[in-house]
């Protein structure tokens, strides 16, 4: 008895050197599982590490659910879809595989205030957390500021380096942005005039209306990746508004 305790006390602190709290909490349960139904060694030992990795997966999705900033009532379970037209729901739908990130497809959604854009854009990117893609959500009210701040503080550089990190930014009513000079440089070109590397990923944006829409490109140079053809996919909520990249 003294052996066998002093066996198991010796495992638990291995397993807990080694980091491995899931199988270190259950591997006396699926022992006494396996002994009763006469498991192999190898399906014991099977089962204890699906148990581990589930319990990973599940820690680090939550872990990038929190880094991303989505609002977490905004997924595709409390949207109702109903309210889309047919050919709308079925662009949402062909977007939820995330390939059109891969693609570096920019993704766009306007419409009238109370549309529903922000959580139809927030639903996706959730659907592309899920597939362990790292997403960042932010207002562009509050992503200007902060990227005018690390400016002003001389770590522009390294703001830009951490968005980098992202797969695909949510930035979210994009019309409201009040259009300064100094915002619109700070938001689409760096501080040597080139483009902001973030903006080779892909942007899934929510502005509120097309007239929001036209006044932004208006005030955008002409050469800027957002002049033309920025956004291959444009989702309208409503259905009288018009869009035109």
Request: hydrophobic share 40%.
């Amino acid at each position: 008895m003294k052996r066998s305790d002093d066996e198991k006390a010796a495992l638990v602190n291995h397993l807990k050197e080694l980091h491995l709290p899931t199988i270190r909490s259950c591997f006396e349960e699926l022992a006494r599982q396996a002994e009763q139904e006469t498991s192999s060694y190898e399906r014991y030992l099977l089962g204890l590490i699906e148990r581990e990795l589930q319990v990973r997966r599940q820690h680090r999705l939550e872990r990038q659910l929190r880094d991303s900033r989505l609002p977490m009532d905004k997924d595709l379970t409390r949207f109702d879809m109903k309210r889309l037209p047919a050919k709308l729901a079925r662009q949402v739908k062909s977007l939820l595989d995330g390939s059109f990130v891969d693609r570096r497809e920019n993704l766009l959604a306007f419409g009238t205030v109370g549309s529903g854009k922000t959580h139809l854009l927030c639903g996706i990117a959730h659907e592309l957390v899920r597939q362990g893609r790292k997403v960042y959500f932010r207002s562009c009210g509050l992503l200007v500021q902060e990227l005018l701040a690390a400016k002003r503080d001389l770590k522009l550089s390294r703001v830009i380096k951490k968005l980098a990190r992202y797969e695909a930014i949510v930035i979210d009513d994009l019309g409201y942005v009040q259009q300064s000079r100094e915002e619109m440089e700070v938001l689409f070109t760096g501080s040597t005039g080139a483009r902001f590397p973030i903006f080779n990923l892909q942007m899934v944006t929510a502005i509120s209306t097309s007239s929001m829409w036209k006044n932004l490109r208006r005030r955008w140079n002409a050469s800027s990746r957002w002049s033309r053809n920025a956004f291959r996919n444009a989702l309208a909520l409503t259905p009288s508004a018009k869009f035109r990249c």
